[in-house]
């Protein structure tokens, strides 16, 4: 009489292990915000540093490019998600358009729909993908005080209203498409929220420097292997106490 709720154990044991997983191979689509410092190596580096399997790794990652780019003038992007057979494929937009999204009814359509277009690409050759949209910051505070070269007023009045507004384009657009998100942004705001912040941009006001960039690695790690915590060896060009700063910030 038990033997069905045995199988039924067994089952959502093995899905459970499945997900548990670490990933063999892992894609990242995005632009400067990943190229910079290489991101997808220093995460390469914290998942060896934490005693996982390194997978591996491709990236394609052209500056400035939003995720209809990717859709249309982006071929190389096309034919790296065709490839299939990806266990996690990283999605990053341009740095502006999920802000923008709340303001513009065109860039929020094309945001909205290039995400799902771009899922649907993904899973037609990687069917048990796990799909993460990789959230990015707000500019640097600086950027509002008429330094950044390229200030727009739209993106929000101040750091915290343009980090809003890039969690929740992004969290809609993942749970539109059954995706997670790697909140990176917001383990930004809370290391500049703190008494003792971190610089994490560069001079433009926008790009990582690469205490930014580790930052994110650590949040990407965490999403995608869900360890306890994410204290790892690696340390790359931190000392010991920027590294269990930064490690600190991720949730």
Sequence with gaps: MNRPFAWLGLLLASLASALAADPERVLFIGNSYTSVNKLPDVFAEVVKSAGRKVPVIKAQTPGGQTLKQHLTVQPKSLAAIDEGKWDVVVLQGQSQEPALAEVSPAIRADFVDSAAALCQRVRAKSPQVRIVFYETWARHPEFWNGQGKDFNASLGKDPAEMQARLRLWYEKVAKANDALVAPVGDAWERNYQSKQPYRL??????????????????????????PKDVTVAYRGKLSDAEAKALQALVK
């Design 201 to 226: 941009h560069v001079a433009d006001q926008s790009h990582p420097d690469f205490n930014g960039t580790y930052l994110a690695a650590l949040v990407l790690y965490k999403t995608i292997y869900q």
